[in-house]
């Protein structure tokens, strides 16, 4: 969600979301992509040039001894540092923060 808003408390989680039924071995990553959506609404944000995106989620999971487990993140970027090149997407990773809120595991 991209907005002005630097300190946002509230992270939502729409329990119609959840998907997919993943099996991640240790030290391995999952990488999903985003929409055309999700990356047009990004580039309308850099080329503004202010603001703020947050990206926030749940992982909910098993972890191995039959505990049901979860992990909520929320990362804040500041679009002012997001390249205004259109050859070098994104955000660098020295500009991303976790966020003050929005965060917890069991």
């Given at each position: 969600?991209?907005?002005?808003?630097r300190w946002?408390?509230?992270?939502?989680?729409?329990?119609?979301?959840?998907?997919?039924?993943?099996?991640?071995?240790?030290?391995?990553?999952?990488?999903?992509?985003?929409?055309?959506?999700?990356?047009?609404?990004?580039?309308?944000?850099?080329?503004?040039?202010?603001?703020?995106?947050?990206?926030?989620?749940?992982?909910?999971?098993?972890?191995?001894?039959?505990?049901?487990?979860?992990?909520?993140?929320?990362?804040?970027?500041?679009?002012?540092?997001?390249?205004?090149?259109?050859?070098?997407?994104?955000?660098?990773?020295e500009?991303?923060?976790?966020?003050?809120?929005?965060?917890?595991?069991?």
């Amino acid at each position: 969600m991209f907005v002005d808003e630097r300190w946002l408390k509230e992270f939502p989680i729409n329990e119609d979301s959840f998907e997919g039924k993943n099996i991640i071995a240790a030290g391995i990553e999952m990488r999903k992509g985003t929409t055309a959506i999700e990356s047009q609404s990004f580039y309308a944000a850099r080329n503004r040039g202010s603001g703020w995106l947050y990206v926030w989620g749940e992982v909910r999971y098993n972890d191995g001894f039959d505990n049901d487990r979860f992990t909520k993140f929320c990362f804040r970027y500041n679009m002012a540092g997001a390249s205004p090149d259109p050859a070098k997407e994104g955000i660098s990773k020295e500009n991303a923060r976790y966020h003050a809120y929005g965060n917890d595991a069991d």
